[in-house]
């Protein structure tokens, strides 16, 4: 059984490395084999967008980076852990740059399971409310299961080694992938959140100001109130539509993307003219 | 004469409920408006799942439903619109209202924008 911590922190040793080698500590002692890949070590260039790896299995533009090799890592183990601090209401940049890359994974959505945990560390209260969609995003492109996901209120490097408490709570998480794996059980185990499918608490309102949406799965419905409290309501057949059920992954990708050749084709000599000028605007030296 | 046409192509999984004729009829009727409809459908079972290549074929080609709304008057045919979209969601990708003609794509588009397309 081995467990893959990926580090999408720069720091050496700083709070989300740390925080994610007690998590390790905590597998190893469940009888996990652990590594660990600080994403940043390794080199991820920007998805150029050129659409290869959507009509071509495997095949990406972009040559000589490292992304392939964190993809078969993550390939090669049985569940992973995914560190990155908050600094910006968000996670940081290798995990989006990483999330970009996932296009390439794509012929894939689906049909891999494997248990996932996340951990982030931040260090003002209320001022991370994108981290979940990130990584439950990242997860879900890699073919992972979010079991469960711990955020950490610390700030300073290495600070966090000051609260037992959250030292504690990474040691449980590793152990639960580990318990996880042994037992085939990916149920989620952490906090239930406003979607019962991605467990985050952002809501979207739409337009019409009735219906609400989970950001992350696009599944639709209404707000409510329970005793006071707000509340998310689906309708059953709401979750036919949730964005990473596969049949939905796959539909997305036949109708929505294959398709879009046919109509980049035809149009063509229309674009090559209509884009000229912009060829020419503001154009540099060397271009 | 009809001044307004669009085709709203849905494809597979799009729209949120079925899209039945008899309430393509009376939204028809509702709103003054001619709506025909067309299903193509080439999906076949393989895996559990309804499969399809589509990345070589014309998009007019690939499963799909097409709604054609027609009609003469502007506030007929964007009530209609609103009316489909607020049953079936808005239309999903950039080529979905192909064969349109260009003053009900401007509305069919605007109204996309006001309607959940976004």
Redesign the interface.
Same mark, same amino acid.
């Given at each position: 059984m081995k467990i893959l911590a990926l580090n999408g922190s720069f720091r050496k040793n700083g709070n989300t490395e740390i925080l994610l080698k007690q998590a390790l500590m905590g597998a190893e002692s469940e009888g996990a084999e652990v590594e660990i890949l600080r994403l940043t070590d390794y080199k991820i260039e920007p998805c150029r967008g050129c659409g290869l790896c959507l009509f071509r299995e495997n095949v990406c533009q972009v040559q000589g980076d490292d992304v392939s090799f964190i993809f078969s890592k993550v390939d090669g183990c049985e569940g992973v852990i995914l560190g990155a601090p908050c600094y910006f209401l968000e996670l940081t940049a290798v995990v989006k740059q990483l999330i970009d890359r996932c296009w390439i994974l794509g012929h894939k959505i689906g049909k891999i399971k494997k248990p996932a945990a996340v951990i982030i560390p931040y260090a003002t209260r209320g001022w991370t409310p994108y981290v979940s969609v990130q990584s439950n995003l990242l997860l879900t492109l890699m073919g992972l299961m979010k079991i469960n996901e711990i955020t950490v209120c610390t700030q300073g490097i290495s600070e966090v080694v000051l609260d037992q408490e959250a030292m504690d709570l990474a040691f449980s998480l590793g152990k639960e992938i580990a318990v996880a794996i042994k037992k085939k059980d990916f149920t989620y185990k952490g906090e239930a959140g406003l979607c019962p499918s991605c467990h985050d608490w952002l809501v979207r309102i739409l337009k019409d100001q009735e219906t609400v949406e989970c950001p992350t799965c696009g599944v639709r419905g209404k707000l409510i109130f329970v005793d006071g409290k707000i509340s998310m309501k689906f309708e059953e057949k709401a979750w036919a539509d949730a964005r990473f059920r596969p049949d939905v992954q796959y539909n997305h990708f036949t109708y929505h993307i294959a398709p879009s050749k046919d109509y980049f084709l035809r149009t063509k000599e229309e674009r090559k003219t209509l884009t000229q000028k912009y060829r020419e605007y503001l154009r540099k030296e060397g271009e | 004469m009809n001044k307004y046409i669009v085709k709203l192509r849905y $494809? =597979? &999984?799009?729209p949120? #409920?079925d899209i039945r004729e008899k309430d393509l009829k009376g939204f028809e009727s509702e709103y003054g408006v001619n709506i025909s409809y067309e299903k193509i459908e080439n999906r076949v079972m393989k895996d559990g799942?309804?499969? #399809?290549r589509?990345?070589? %074929?014309?998009?007019e080609d690939?499963?799909?439903e097409v709604i054609t709304l027609s009609s003469g008057k502007e506030d007929s045919f964007s009530g209609c619109i609103v009316a489909l979209y %607020?049953k079936y969601r808005c239309p999903?990708? =950039? $080529?979905s209202l192909?064969g349109s003609n260009e003053a009900g794509q401007k509305i069919a588009k605007k109204l996309m924008e006001?309607? &959940?397309g976004?």
């Open positions: - | $494809y =597979p &999984g799009d949120l #409920e799942l309804l499969m #399809e589509t990345l070589d %074929k014309h998009i690939v499963s799909q %607020k999903r990708t =950039p $080529y192909m006001m309607h &959940g976004w």
